[in-house]
C-alpha cells in the first residue's frame, strides 16, 4: 500500500536556527497537506499544496510540492520554541477520502 | 471557531470488552473520519465515512470495529472485543468536503487504555 515517509525522524535545534523536513511518497499524489501536533495535542491543519512544484509560504514556514508530486518540504526559518510539536505531512491518491499521513518529524527547540 | 468534540477523553477498559468512543463532527461536515495514533508514532488511518456508509476503510479496521452514525450528530467507533493492541489515541476527524481543497478538523481525541 501507500507509504509516506518523512525525514528526519527528529531533530533538535537552537532557537533561530532553520529547520526542514523532507516528505516522500511511495506513489503520486494529488494533494499534500501538512499537519502540525504539539504535544498531548491533537494534529492541526497548516497547509494544502495542490499544483506539481507548488511553493506557498505562511510567516516564517514555507512549503515546496515537488514536480513528480511524490515529494515535499518544510522549511522554518528562525525557529522559534513555538515551534516545537511533531509536524506530518500527509498526502491524498486519485479521489480516495484517505489521507495518508508521514511518519512525522518531531522538532525541538531550546534557547 | 467549530470544534470536533470527543468523549471520553480518557477510557480504560478490560481486554475482551467492547468500547464506545463517541464523536460530534463539527455541524455542516459531511465527512467523517477515525484514526489513530499509538504513543509517539505516526498517525493511522482507520476510516472514512459519507452519506451513511463506510467509503474506505484500512486493513486494521478488521470485524472488531464498527461505526455508526446514530443520529444528527453523532458519530461514533465501536471495538467489539478490545485487544491490548487496541491501547492508542483515537482521533475523530471531519471535512467540509471530500478530497483536493478539503482539510481534515481533529477532535482531541481518546485515549484508549487496554488492560
Known amino acids: 500500500g501507500q ?5 528526519p525522524q527528529y531533530q ?10 523532507y516528505c516522500n511518497s511511495s506513489t503520486t499524489l494529488s494533494n499534500i497537506q501538512w499537519y502540525k501536533q504539539r504535544p498531548g495535542g491533537h494534529p492541526v ?16 514556514l514555507t512549503f515546496q510540492f515537488g514536480e ?10 528562525a525557529t522559534q520554541t513555538t515551534d516545537v510539536g511533531t509536524y506530518f505531512c500527509a498526502g491524498r491518491t486519485g479521489t480516495a477520502s484517505k489521507l495518508t499521513f508521514g511518519t512525522g518529524t518531531r522538532l525541538q527547540v531550546t534557547l | 471557531e467549530p470544534e ?24 455542516n461536515h459531511l465527512y467523517f473520519y477515525w484514526y489513530r495514533q499509538i504513543l509517539g508514532q505516526k498517525v493511522e488511518f ?5 452519506n451513511n456508509e463506510i467509503s474506505e476503510k484500512s486493513e486494521i479496521f478488521d470485524d472488531q470495529f464498527s461505526v455508526e452514525r446514530p443520529d444528527g450528530s453523532n458519530f461514533t467507533l465501536k471495538i467489539r472485543s478490545t485487544k491490548l493492541e ?8 471531519s471535512s467540509e468536503v471530500q478530497g483536493a481543497g478539503s482539510p481534515l478538523h481533529f477532535g482531541n481525541g481518546t485515549r484508549l487504555t487496554v488492560t
Open chain 1, 3 to 7: 507509504q509516506v515517509m518523512q525525514i
Open chain 1, 12 to 21: 533538535h535545534v537552537q532557537e533561530g536556527e532553520d529547520f526542514t523536513t
Open chain 1, 45 to 60: 491543519f497548516l497547509i494544502q499544496l495542490v499544483k506539481s512544484g507548488e511553493v506557498k509560504k505562511q510567516k516564517r
Open chain 1, 68 to 77: 513528480a508530486k511524490k515529494n515535499s518540504s518544510l522549511h522554518i526559518t
Open chain 2, 4 to 27: 470536533v468534540t470527543q468523549t471520553p477523553s480518557h477510557q480504560v477498559t478490560q481486554m475482551g470488552q467492547e468500547v464506545i468512543l463517541r464523536c460530534v463532527p463539527i455541524s
Open chain 2, 46 to 50: 482507520l476510516v472514512s465515512f459519507y
Open chain 2, 86 to 93: 487496541d491501547s492508542a489515541m483515537y482521533f475523530c476527524a
